[in-house]
């Protein structure tokens, strides 16, 4: 049970309240019939501001924007429209405030403690406002409800109702400085540039992507199709490489954040593995950028091996969601033909890297 | 007005009427009030670029403690710690005012304007509090409404953020938004002022609601403010012009029994004399004390039935007296005595039981006496008409005890007035045509001025009787007397106040200060005491009403005033049981109106069933009509926004969108529809000709308000989504 409307005092509104009571205790002890008066308009204003302000609440309606693609621990702008249906009446002062579920199921929501401030949204129309905010931790974040409050009109009591606008956010691991691997079509280095057309067999046509050489465009078939074709060779598809997170955690530390009781990060077996999932991204999104095909496995995952835009969503997707295992979950062999990149959680001193990281060559 | 124009221009309205409301009552003292409404004036002026107020700041620290010492200094000395608090509170403000800066000096200057207000409620109970109170709701929820607007807006200092990053961005400048013109326009300015109405009326009513519990006067009559001028003694001897004096000393309402047309105007009673000497009349010991029976005719309030020895009625009950006599309600302004009056003559006075009863003083001379700071609300029942001639020439029989003062004849009396009254009295058979015979020899051979003349050494009634031949009602009333006493009549003086002005506009008689008179009183064995009025054409000017403009206009303001005392003012327990009960009755009366109205319309429902039928069938309509359309806006508090789009193309385009952000194709959110195809049609391949179709559908539907084809659509994203499932090379 959520009340539909709270009402909380302000500094001033305290102070009004006890100036009311000063009033009035002054008043029946003198039977002075003006503090009578004074004391009735202090109580009307307070009954007039309840009137305002539920009238600035109404008919307000918002939509909450959050932007395609967030990154852990990187800011990004989320963005309100405030939408006054009001035909006659503007809104004034109104604060939007992002609610998330709190530690315990059930229990009371939790601001996220960024606002966006309306002045004035007049009537008939609609405002856009932004806050800026950092999530810290990958996966899910679900902001489930908005709170709408004002302090209009006289700065006595903070009125405020919460909307039920659920939407999810899902964040990927933080990316951070890799040592970039070699593009794809530079792999073999001068030797390509040395034996022009001898790089294997011909394997067949495939769309154009970044850091691909333009000396492999298949023009002909380019002007037929209406798209930049390149060819591609067999040799190539050995520029794979698979990267495999250890996403084991002990069962102690599993069981603490399970409960509640610790974050994922709080503890040092899950910060380096937060480190080093953090890590596995950057080295995907580095592979993929340069045109290699990166497959991705956990302990309880796998994902192909796969290249392009839409494959990195993918791969974030995966490491933003993997969830912590225990080791009777086996780490699946990476591909046989790939290249793999192992990245192994490790404890360390503060300042250390927080992973052991492997190139298993082929 | 810009944002911040409207910010300093309604607090500053705020502050005024507050200290208007504070001030207006004439308790802080005039230099000091001048000092503030110049000062405040002068402050508007001083802010920051003009002036550097860091410069002045310790200055006008140094000026407030002076100020407090000797404000309290001066409340020491004089005792009014209420005045000197109010001038050290005046003081205050103004030194808020020019140092003002931040949004806390503003916030300060709303608290000492409502200290302000709360000061005038002790120091001004004038109607112009009332008005200056009516103003104050209005500037003050203006001003505060703007305040918290700005507050609020520096709070959240906007923040734009800068376009293309997610990372910087830069605050807008303050005082580009307290230039705009947007923010508070006319039309909040306009509705407030209405809702501040609202407050107003509210406040009336929590005014009127809250029960009068507890004291029902002021613990401390309020000394130091403006008395109606009257007092309790008669000098005679002044020189200089009688100025008159147009202050209301009271009001009275005289319910029935009376014709103010035909009846000679009222001797309002109040101060009765039995000594005299050397020009001047008092009470003296000698004099009998004010005898009555006393009951209680309801909680907190006495009523006193005068008791004139020797009359007739003696021994009547209250009831009976009250039942042929003439009833009079009268609001008595704080004046120098505490006599209350009544007209002539008054035999019953209800009046209410202060919570703390002052010293107890003996009355004397049928006089009634009560202490008051404050308007005091009281009922008379009088005899306003004299017993007739005939009755008083056959008056005979001794005069009750102690009556002999009234027959004293003081030393300084000349021997020539005690001559020229038997002199004139000689032909006169009974008491009565002795009176007569003085009153009209008085009336007709002297002249009436109210230029006073020095009397020198002579005694004054003699220097007037002999010397000047002319004089003020005083003399009148004084030479009637002690000629009257001389012949053998038990006489007294009498000073009061004669007529008064009829109010039109809401039936009442308003007495003010220039109405004050005297005259004299006659005690007739049998009939008591009777008013005999020497003075030549006193009930002639007392019955000129004055039908000028400005004289109508002075008596509509008093209307307001007397309401303003009758309801607010003098608003106690009494008149609160009372007006629930007329509210009660009322709402009875309404019920039973509407019952009827009710049964009338049934039975002619019944004779005219098809009218009826329609009306009933129209009036459903309207309400399903109304219901309709409140569902249809949905819900009025806030909520989240519906999907824009709802249509089944609208529909089809969102999910497609949701499937190529899934497949990393995001849309920026600067990107139209449009752009986004065109961006990425290479990226697409072969799923941006259907995408692009898509599009086309969702602008004509969406913007274009075409109808479109659904099915096509559903058909377009089931390609798209096939094409994106394929899995990547």
């Known amino acids: 049970m959520r009340p539909p409307r709270r009402l909380s005092f302000t500094r001033d509104g305290k102070v009004v ?12 002890n003198t039977g002075n019939n003006l503090l009578y008066l004074l004391l009735g308009w202090i109580l009307s204003a307070i009954i007039a501001s309840g009137i305002f302000s539920e009238s600035t609440l109404r008919g307000l309606r918002l939509q ?26 503007a809104s004034y002062a109104v604060e939007l405030e992002d609610l998330i579920d709190g530690d315990r199921p059930g229990g009371p929501r939790r601001s996220i403690d960024k606002r966006c401030f309306f002045l004035k949204v007049p009537a008939a129309s609609a405002q856009t406002a932004t806050y800026r905010h950092t999530f810290v931790r990958r996966g899910r974040h679900e902001l489930v409800a908005v709170r709408v409050a004002t302090r209009f009109p006289f700065g006595l009591f903070r009125k405020s109702r919460d909307v039920e606008l659920t939407t999810e956010v899902l964040v990927y691991p933080a990316l951070v400085p890799v040592t970039t691997p070699a593009a794809r079509a530079e792999t073999r ?52 490489v698979t990267i495999a997170v250890d996403n084991a955690l002990p069962a102690a530390v599993r069981e603490a954040v399970a409960d509640g009781r610790a974050a994922p990060d709080a503890l040092a077996p899950g910060a380096a593995l937060e480190r080093a999932i953090s890590h596995a991204a950057s080295r995907a999104v580095a592979y993929l950028g340069r045109g290699w095909s990166v497959a991705l496995c956990a302990r309880g995952l796998v994902v192909p091996a796969g290249a392009g835009r839409a494959h990195e969503a993918r791969l974030l997707r995966a490491l933003a969601l993997l969830e912590t295992t225990g080791t009777d979950v086996p780490l699946p062999t990476p591909a046989p033909r790939a290249e793999s990149v192992l990245v192994l959680p490790r404890e360390g001193a503060a300042g250390a890297p927080g992973y052991v990281h492997v190139v298993v060559p082929r | 007005m810009t944002f911040g124009t409207v910010h300093k221009a309604t607090t500053y309205a705020m502050v005024a009427t507050a200290m208007l409301a504070m001030v207006g009552g004439g308790g802080v003292s005039p230099i000091f009030t001048l000092i503030g409404v110049i000062g405040l004036a002068a402050s508007w002026f001083w802010e920051a670029p003009r002036v550097n107020l860091d410069r002045w700041a310790p200055w006008w620290t140094a000026a407030s403690v002076l100020v407090m010492a000797y404000a309290l200094l001066m409340g020491i000395a004089t005792g009014d710690y209420l005045g000197t608090g109010a001038e050290f509170l005046l003081w205050l403000t103004l030194a808020k005012a020019f140092t003002r800066r931040s949004m806390r000096d503003w916030q300060q200057l709303h608290l000492l304007a409502l200290l302000m207000l709360i000061a005038g409620s002790v120091l001004n109970v004038d109607l112009l509090y009332g008005v200056a109170f009516l103003l104050f709701v209005v500037t ?161 309030r006495e009523r006193r039935l005068i008791a004139q020895p020797g009359r007739r009625d003696w021994g009547d009950d209250v009831e009976t007296v009250i039942a042929g006599a003439t009833r009079q309600d009268v609001w008595l302004e704080p004046m120098e005595t505490d006599v209350l009056f009544g007209a002539s003559m008054p035999r019953v006075y209800d009046l209410p039981v202060p919570a703390r009863r002052g010293a107890t003083r003996l009355e004397r001379n049928d006089e009634v006496r009560q202490e008051h700071g404050s308007t005091i609300h009281y009922t008379v029942w009088s005899d306003l008409t004299p017993p007739d001639a005939a009755e008083l020439r056959a008056a005979a029989g001794p005069i ?173 327990l009494r008149k609160q049981l009372s007006m629930f009960k007329g509210l009660g009755s009322s709402l009875k009366d309404a019920a039973k109106a509407v019952r009827g109205a009710f049964i009338d319309a049934k039975n002619a429902a019944r004779d005219n069933l098809a009218l009826s039928l329609g009306v009933g069938l129209a009036i459903a309509a309207l309400v399903a009509w109304r219901v309709r359309r409140r569902w249809q806006r949905g819900p009025r508090g806030p909520g989240a926004l519906p999907p824009r789009a709802r249509g089944p193309i609208a529909r089809a385009y969102a999910l497609t969108r949701r499937d190529l952000a899934a497949a990393g194709i995001g849309r920026d959110a600067a990107l139209t529809p449009r752009e986004l195809v065109r961006q990425r049609t290479v990226q697409l391949g072969a799923e941006a000709e259907p995408l692009r179709e898509l599009t086309e559908l969702f602008y004509a539907v969406e913007y274009g308000g075409r109808p479109g084809d659904g099915s096509r659509a559903d058909a377009l994203r089931q390609q798209i989504r096939a094409a994106l499932k394929k899995p990547a090379r």
């Open chain 1, 189 to 240: 280095g001068d030797a390509i540039t040395a034996r022009r057309g001898r790089r294997g067999e011909f394997f067949g046509l495939r769309e154009h992507r970044r850091g691909d050489d333009r000396r492999d465009v298949h023009w002909r078939s380019s002007a037929r199709s209406g798209r930049l074709l390149v060819r591609e060779y067999e040799d190539e598809l050995a520029r794979d």
């Open chain 2, 140 to 300: 003050a929820t203006w001003a505060r409404i703007v305040f918290q607007l700005r507050r609020e807006a520096e709070e959240n200092v906007l923040l734009r953020h800068r376009p293309g990053t997610t990372d910087a961005s830069d605050p807008a400048p303050l005082a580009r938004m307290l230039a705009s013109r947007r923010v508070v326009t006319g039309r909040l300015l306009a509705g407030t002022a209405l809702a501040s109405l609202g407050i107003f009326v509210a406040s009336a009513a929590f005014f009127l609601a809250m029960p009068r519990v507890g004291a029902g006067f002021f613990l401390k009559g309020r000394t130091g403010l403006s008395m109606a001028g009257f007092s309790d003694g008669v000098q005679l001897g002044g020189h200089g012009v009688i100025k008159d004096d147009k202050t209301i000393v009271m009001r009275v309402r005289m319910p029935s029994g009376y014709d103010r047309k035909t009846a000679p105007p009222i001797h309002w009673r109040g101060v009765a004399f039995d000594h005299y000497n050397a020009g001047s009349w008092s009470r003296t010991a000698a004099s009998p004390v004010s005898t009555y029976t006393v009951d209680e005719p309801a909680r907190g």
């Open chain 2, 400 to 572: 009750p005890l102690g009556y002999q003062a009234f027959l004293e004849i003081p030393d300084d009396i000349t021997a020539r007035t005690i001559a020229l009254a038997r002199k004139i009295t000689a032909d006169a058979q009974t008491p009565y045509d002795r009176a007569m015979a003085l009153l009209t020899w008085l009336r007709g051979e002297l002249r009436y001025t109210l230029e006073q003349a020095d009397p020198g050494d002579l005694d004054p009634i003699d220097f007037f009787l002999f010397e000047r031949r002319a004089g003020h009602c005083e003399y009148f009333a004084s030479a009637f007397v002690v000629m009257a006493r001389a012949v053998g009549l038990p006489t007294r003086e009498v000073a009061g106040f004669l007529g008064g002005e009829w109010n039109e506009y809401d039936n009442y008689v308003a007495v003010r200060a220039g109405d004050a008179h005297a005259w004299a009183e006659v005690y007739f064995p049998g009939s008591g005491w009777v008013t005999f009025d020497a003075t030549p054409g006193a009930d002639a000017d007392a019955a000129r009403v004055d039908t000028g403009i400005r004289a109508k206009l002075r008596r509509f303001l008093d209307t307001l005033r007397f309401q303003w005392t009758r309801w607010v003012i003098d608003y106690d």
């Open chain 1, 64 to 89: 909450r924007r959050a932007p395609g693609v967030v990154y852990a621990g990187q800011p990004f702008l989320m963005e309100f429209t405030l939408d006054n249906g009001k035909r006659r009446r």
């Open chain 1, 17 to 28: 309240v006890a100036l009311a009571i000063a009033i009035g205790l002054a008043a029946v």
